[in-house]
């Protein structure tokens, strides 16, 4: 049953970051809303490889930030954006229907070289460094999108676009 409820959790909140992916407007991708913002194509970016992170909770007892680049390329297509999301969720799906409920519960750790940010069992590491670090910046791209004046879509209910407001 806890599996059930954290592959349903997952599978959700995946699909409504996807909705939000699928209206990038590509003619964006550079702009940022202030000098110390990510620009609308890194964010993307940086939700897109939120799904790296995740497949990484189950690949390996522990994640060292400290050894991948700080910041990748920012992908400048919605269709590469899409594209590699897709690709990564469709593992995360078999990851998630191929594990069990001891491995959920196995200690993973965050770190930073010696530094320990995180130590907790696999399944809240997955909603709090995956998934929640996801819908933040998924969130982030709302706000985007809000100033830009492309409409935004409803992720927990109507947005005021969709409501007609």
């Not at 954290?6 to 003619?27: F, K, N, S, V």
């Not at 940086?46 to 700080?70: G, K, M, R, Y």
């Not at 969130?139 to 935004?152: C, E, F, K, N, S």
């Amino acid at each position: 049953m806890v599996k059930k409820l954290i592959i349903g959790d997952a599978m959700y909140e995946l699909a409504q970051t996807r909705r939000i992916l699928e209206r990038l407007p590509e003619e964006h991708m550079m702009w940022k809303p202030h000098e110390k913002s990510m620009t609308l194509g890194g964010l993307a970016t940086h939700l897109v490889n939120l799904l790296n992170w995740q497949l990484a909770i189950f690949h390996s007892p522990e994640f060292d930030l400290s050894t991948i680049p700080f910041r990748r390329e920012a992908l400048e297509r919605r269709e590469d954006v899409l594209e590699e999301f897709d690709t990564n969720v469709v593992k995360l799906e078999k990851l998630l229907a191929e594990c069990d409920e001891k491995s959920l519960g196995e200690e993973w750790t965050l770190r930073s070289g010696d530094h320990i940010i995180l130590r907790q069992p696999r399944a809240l590491a997955l909603r709090t460094f995956g998934l929640s670090h996801m819908v933040h910046h998924r969130a982030q791209l709302g706000v985007y999108y809000r100033l830009l004046d492309i409409p935004v879509p409803g992720l927990y209910g109507a947005s005021a676009d969709e409501a007609g407001k």
